[in-house]
């Protein structure tokens, strides 16, 4: 029989290994460090991103707080906040034909000149896609309306709309002769169509360019099956390629719309708001009521209802884009 003394079992306790050196022994219990360098962690995120936060509520907060304040206070420009009443300028706004016009015709005219952008840029996107060949310096002479200011382009299709020497008059002169002149920018029906015209020629270069970058971004092997399975032509990019850019295309038109509801310096550059109020759009009767008439009341009203006005067309726009993006 043997006298050799078995040794007791080892526990998990009598096998821990002790913490390196430096190391604090780590208990069931959450130390004080952990929690210390959590908090440090959050103040110095909050220390990073403070000045964006700063940034957005001087140039966001506070002219929406001013604008708000302004349609509810009688404001003159050069001594607003004169007091408080209530919603008499919303009553006034809203009963003002001119303002319901303008409000009609700027939705008109954003939805008009949006469409017609996507649908000329989607078309010349691909067009670039399936001809690459033709290199970096027709893409580049495409997108150069896209960088010229807003000003040039009211000047340069006043000039084309002239009707003494202007490229229209001249057209018409030449193939039509004894026909007279027509000045496109003095009919009450055609002046918004000429303004509309500049606007899709001066920002159809940025549907362009963001539909090509999305057609550049396509998986080729998916296209590469399609082809070895039978589809080419139109079918290919019914099926294959329009789905996989619809988001972005979607994306571009909601883009593209928003800028149209801002349009401001070709008008006041090409009509100045007329022939009588056939091209008054919003932004730039906001423009005539504080700065010509004074009335900040009445513009900060109108603004917040062109506010309103684009929120209620853009969000369904906005719930398409996020359901192709998702898909």
């Known amino acids: 029989m043997s006298t050799e003394t078995l040794a007791p079992a080892a526990t998990p306790e009598s096998t821990t290994t002790p913490p390196p050196p430096g190391q604090p022994h780590e208990t069931g219990q959450p ?11 959050r103040f110095h995120h909050r220390l990073f991103i403070s000045p964006s936060v700063l940034v957005l509520l001087v140039l966001a907060a506070y002219p929406l707080v001013f604008i708000a304040s ?19 300028n919303f009553e006034t706004a809203l009963g003002s034909t001119a303002v319901q016009n303008s409000l009609v015709l700027g939705t008109g005219y954003a939805f008009g000149v949006a469409i017609a952008s996507t649908l000329l840029g989607t078309v010349t996107a691909v067009a670039l896609w399936r001809s690459l060949r033709a290199g970096a310096f027709v893409r580049t002479v495409l997108l150069l309306p896209m960088i010229v200011p807003p000003v040039v382009v009211g ?6 709309f002239s009707p003494s020497g202007g490229l229209l008059d001249t057209l018409i002169r030449r193939f039509t002769p004894g026909s007279g002149t027509y000045a496109v920018l003095s ?27 999305a057609l550049l971004g396509q ?7 399609a082809q070895l399975d039978g589809a080419s032509g139109f079918q290919l990019f019914r099926h294959i390629t329009l789905p996989a850019v619809a988001g972005t295309i979607i994306a571009a038109f909601l883009i593209r719309l928003i800028l149209a509801f ?7 550059v090409m009509t100045s708001g007329g022939p009588g109020s056939s091209t008054q759009v919003p932004a730039y009767l906001i423009w005539r009521s504080a700065l010509q008439n004074f009335d900040v009341g009445i513009a900060a009203t109108i603004t917040l209802l062109l506010a309103v006005v684009v929120t209620v067309v853009t969000i369904p726009v906005f719930m398409i884009t996020k359901r192709l993006r998702d898909d």
């Open 219 to 225: 998986d080729p092997e998916i296209t590469e099956a």
């Open 155 to 160: 000047i340069l299709f006043s000039f084309i």
């Open 70 to 88: 302004a349609a509810f206070t009688r404001s003159s420009l050069g001594n607003p906040f004169q007091e408080f009443v209530g919603t008499d």
């Open 31 to 41: 130390g004080r460090r952990p929690r210390a360098r959590r908090l440090s962690e």
């Open 187 to 213: 009919d009450t029906t055609w002046a918004i169509f000429g303004v509309g015209l500049a606007d899709v020629w001066e920002w159809t270069p940025l549907v362009v360019l963001l539909v090509f970058t």
């Open 262 to 268: 801002k349009v401001f310096d070709l008008v006041y």
